[in-house]
């Protein structure tokens, strides 16, 4: 079992920052920030794997960075130029792999609420 632990969010104006963390009780393989607005799909924003490779929605790339801490065991999503369109609920989801099985786990989810 993983535990995970959410932390960030928060009300800002359009055009400021946040920085979401996620941090977990084992080392985690890949990790993944998801976004859930109202009435809307989960969708991938960013995801960073072991070799450090990311993945990006193309309606966040050059506003929002994925990075990890070397032990795997935290991840940061720093968000830049923030829109109202950002606005939702953000999870973490973890791929851990090891022993004694792999499995994936989600974060509880923090609100970002981005207005004026």
């Known amino acids: 079992q993983v535990q995970l632990v959410e932390s960030g969010g928060g009300l800002v104006q359009p055009g400021g920052s946040l920085r979401l963390t996620c941090t977990a009780s084992k080392s985690i393989f890949r990790w993944g920030w998801y976004r859930q607005a109202p009435e809307k799909q989960r969708e991938l924003v960013a995801s960073?794997?072991?070799?450090?490779?990311?993945n990006y929605a193309d309606s966040v790339k050059g506003r929002f960075t994925i990075s990890r801490d070397n032990a795997g065991n935290t991840v940061h999503l720093q968000m830049r130029s923030l829109k109202p369109e950002d606005t939702a609920v953000y999870y973490c989801?973890?791929?851990?792999?090891?022993?004694?099985?792999?499995?994936?786990?989600w974060g509880q989810g923090t609100q970002v609420t981005v207005s004026s």
């Open positions: 960073i794997a072991s070799d450090l490779s990311t």
């Open positions: 989801k973890a791929e851990y792999r090891g022993w004694p099985i792999d499995n994936d786990y």
